[in-house]
């Protein structure tokens, strides 16, 4: 029986800023990548987060970004690797303690915002981000974009890896992801994007944006609880999985983490 | 034969700037308090002191601020207990991950600056520091002002606690520290400072600036290591402590931790 | 004919954060005090902010608060009166910058949050923030709350100074605020806090929660702009107090500023 | 007579921390580029480092940067223009400020570390920086890199531009500087790099690395203040440029700012 894991971005709220539906994402996705403090979240938001997770038996992950609460990490800087591995020690690290005080395991960390797609591509900052996780937390699996050099700097380094798509991405023929500056980089209609999701799961392909069929592996699809919409897409998105016969489950039980 | 720690606050450098002679005073003191990245300290000077602290022999200890590293962590800030109890964990979960990184366990944790100082005398902040440590790091040794109500906290949250003593402070008649604010707070003169030191841990008494002979606890000796002088004050203290019988080490080897 | 202004405070956004309906109560309100970057606000969004008040012909004032974003400026901060008047010329300086960008003067200063809490008590305190604004901004307008230590030190200093009240507060018989720890201090009825606050501008009264008739002067009247009820709140106390006879208008048209 | 200003950067303190020997080299130069909160400095620092160059007739400049203490202003960020624009309106306001308070006008402006480098080769940020200062300080000169992208932006803007040489760094045929990653890009030789920045102030001319000669204008040499050698090499420069017959002045009386 197929597995796959639904992830999403929580705990982003800041001291008196409230961002995201975290409370409704939580019924639906199966693992969380929570925000350390650098990018967003804060130490009480990231202890709300982590109970809230654990309480809906939803797996916990960090979710390390840059230093830049401004920009929301999607800022590109251009760090150091030193730089890179030290920060991913720093909030993995800091997300832990708040794990272990809900009496819960790390289960994985995936990195935010611009570090993710700097380091999907730069096999350099891919090891950096590796070498972090490894040195704070060498059980957890690293959630890497489905193909990128993330995925291959987890492996080159030891850690265990899932490999995650977006099932409102459009893809290019190399199995990489569209730029979000074009116009058709994202799939908008849930009547396409679910269907796509469900058949990266079960059948390990998607459709390129110039029409040919690229293998893919699923071991996790990104999902979003920013809005209502959002929420009622990840329900259906389940639902479609489990109707397709697919078991939806935290990460660990994906990859054997 | 008795046995003492000496602990000094290390890694308050930050980015580009600089503090503390921490390569010396690392080849004196047993104990290291190394700064969290909220009053001092950042993610790289983390790593490098942990790794310098490890390289001793020197029992690592994370070292926990207010968030104002403009201010040191020196301005008191009035923060709800659950608010520090939750920036304890944080900071406590970093600095945990570069120890692990290095190999080594997290000894102790101390409270510094004006957390430290608020915390001696309000019991109600002493225990939320004390539910933090005691949830990310529950085998770790709270370092405390010795008679505070930090030692207190630490007992009634269930964590191994160690007193601390101040060579160069003059203490009151209730095992209080006279406040900075008074001229004779300091005791400058190390001819006088390292004898009553070398008292308090092997007579467990120091005498208080109005005569009375009280007694103290001495499970550790807070020194520091800002300065030339301030190392050969510590070097000093070390070499009367040994002269005088007493085996100087790690905190965890005074208090069984 | 009665003139007075309303106030609100904005620009309360950060990066991706959005907080309160800024575009909605600029269309009722007077002056703004518009937030500087340390406890709310950052330079895009004073940007855009100052944008909108000049768009809307409402008096521009900077709201410098604690340098604490993650408490929003609320938590009370221990800092040296000279380390007050330097983050008021700093925050000041900051936003006049803004207004000038915009082609408007800076109207008013208002502290935010602790700062203006604690300075209405202390003196020494509100000498430091009003020798900030008289270093940085000699013209403009201090607001202060009526009756306070804020009042006097702008006369003090030699700033002009406006007397701003609170039309969901209660009143103590000496003229102070009821302490927000109380459970009358808030009077959410707006049929009772309406007629109150005109009566405050129409007569120079209000009634203390003991019964007495306490003279107050209501230069300003604090109002919020966080949700639709209080927007909605906004636009009634305004018609009602123009349908007594009441003029409208920014702050420096009141106090001649 | 030829007339230079000799600047550097200053106020690069932050809280607790030491940067630079302010004082000292205040002697010696007769412009001074202040830290502006961002990558260094804070309120504290920028009054005091305000007020000592004021002491010393020394021209009082804003030295805006990115926001990254951590790195120092000198970690590559991409922010869209607008962002850069805020960030300049708002750093150089708050300097402003300072200045006013000490009874002084706002001489320049110049861009720190990695805003400046960046700035410097891109033409979109540049415009982005000299439309802050334009809406911020208009009467300001921009201090730009000779030749760079910098000084066709205030040009564009219509902003008075003065341009800087560096007496210790080589030269590319065409004007740029050999970058920093070269062996050869630095000259720490004070017996040619004195001679070489007299002749660029005397003879508008540098010997590029590659041994042509290229024209250059050179209205400000920048030098630095970080130790007593570099102290010892302004006192030096200034020395000679004197005895060539150079008349060293604060940036305003060569530029006609």
Same mark, same amino acid.
């Given at each position: 029986m197929p597995r796959v894991d639904l992830n999403a971005d929580l705990g982003e709220s800041f001291g008196v +800023?409230?961002?995201?539906?975290?409370?409704?994402?939580?019924?639906? #996705?199966?693992?969380?990548?929570?925000?350390?403090?650098?990018?967003?979240?804060? =130490?009480? #938001?990231?202890?709300?987060?982590?109970?809230?997770?654990?309480?809906?038996?939803?797996?916990?992950? *960090?979710?390390?970004? +840059? =230093?830049?609460?401004?920009?929301?990490?999607?800022?590109?800087?251009?760090? *150091? =690797?030193?730089?890179?591995?030290?920060? #991913?020690?720093?909030? #993995?690290? *800091?997300?832990?303690a708040f794990a272990r005080a809900a009496g819960r395991p790390l289960q994985h960390v995936k990195a935010h915002g611009a570090l993710y797609n700097m380091a999907a591509r730069d096999l350099r900052l891919a090891r950096a981000i590796a070498e972090g996780v490894k040195a704070a937390a060498p059980d957890a699996i690293l959630l890497a974009l489905a193909g990128s050099a993330m995925v291959r700097a987890a492996e080159e380094v030891g850690l265990k890896v899932a490999q995650e798509v977006f099932a409102d991405r459009a893809y290019n023929a190399d199995g990489t992801l569209v730029p979000r500056s074009r116009p058709d980089a994202m799939i908008h209609d849930p009547e396409i994007a679910i269907p796509r999701a469900v058949r990266m799961v079960t059948e390990g392909k998607v459709t390129a944006i110039t029409g040919e069929e690229v293998p893919i592996r699923a071991d996790s699809i990104c999902v979003h609880g920013d809005n209502p919409e959002a929420i009622a897409f990840v329900a259906r998105i389940r639902r479609a999985l489990e109707e397709a016969g697919v078991e939806v489950v935290p990460l660990a039980q994906v990859v054997g983490g």
């Open positions: +800023y409230r961002l995201g539906l975290d409370a409704e994402v939580l019924r639906h #996705v199966t693992s969380a990548n929570i925000a350390c403090g650098f990018h967003a979240g804060d =130490p009480m #938001v990231m202890a709300r987060t982590v109970a809230m997770a654990a309480e809906n038996g939803v797996g916990i992950g *960090a979710h390390p970004g +840059y =230093p830049d609460l401004q920009g929301f990490g999607r800022r590109n800087m251009e760090l *150091a =690797p030193e730089e890179v591995k030290n920060l #991913v020690i720093y909030q #993995v690290g *800091a997300l832990t």
